[in-house]
């Protein structure tokens, strides 16, 4: 599914990231996107016998464009190397939890799902419930089916001390640190290219849907979901 035009193109273009490469290998670039918004609505499929919410989101809803942005990067290569796609109701517009999948084929593919970097209001928000609710979150991470698939909550922006209007000695206050409630699993090229890749992707989106649904309902009742 991925092996026959997507891995080989991202891999080409991870070389090739310029758009003379690019335009002569439009009709590629095509087939590779067809077949990777294939594979995303598979999942979609998949994860809406999970979540009933995803019953009707497009698949085309939920993949990026391969263009990057470069006004404000000093990286000026026109093209991401990789194809990522964020399912959640509204699909990539969603303000809220969703899972995302990356394929880049250069060692770096991964999936997870909850909420990255969201808006002040939101963050505070969380905070708030982990810290008067800890249990809703510590009892999520350590479910035997979450460790078996993910080592923790993604922390490579985590806080180095409390937030602030939160004591320093709360007893989880690592649960506080974090700018994101996220959790995230690589992916190998071998594991990319096995004919159960859906299959295995929906086990983990099932492992990491309490998160996602934890997530939503504090957001929710917080009344900051639009």
């Not at 095509?30 to 609505?41: E, N």
């Not at 890749?197 to 990491?208: C, G, H, M, R």
Request: charged residues 25%; contains cysteine.
């Amino acid at each position: 599914m991925l092996t026959k035009n997507v891995i080989p193109f991202l891999s080409d273009l991870a070389h090739n990231n310029h758009k003379n490469w690019f335009d002569a290998n439009k009709e590629r670039y095509q087939l590779a996107l067809a077949d990777f918004t294939d594979f995303v609505g598979q999942l979609i499929a998949h994860f809406a016998q999970t979540n009933p919410q995803l019953n009707g989101l497009l698949a085309k809803d939920c993949v990026f464009r391969i263009y990057r942005d470069v006004r404000f990067s000093k990286d000026k290569t026109p093209y991401k190397n990789h194809f990522g796609a964020y399912i959640a109701p509204n699909g990539r517009k969603n303000k809220l939890s969703g899972f995302y999948v990356h394929i880049e084929p250069t060692g770096k593919s991964f999936t997870g799902g909850g909420i990255f970097m969201p808006e002040a209001p939101v963050l505070k928000a969380l905070r708030k419930e982990f810290y008067q609710v800890p249990e809703e979150l510590l009892e999520l991470l350590e479910a035997p089916n979450f460790k078996k698939y993910f080592s923790g909550l993604w922390d490579q922006d985590k806080l180095k001390t409390a937030p602030k209007g939160f004591p320093k000695d709360f007893e989880h206050i690592e649960l506080l640190k974090y700018k994101s409630y996220v959790a995230t699993s690589s992916l190998t090229l071998s594991q990319l290219s096995t004919n159960n890749i859906i299959e295995y992707l929906s086990a983990v989106y099932k492992a990491n849907y309490p998160l996602i649904r934890l997530v939503d309902t504090i957001i929710e009742d917080a009344g900051l979901s639009q």
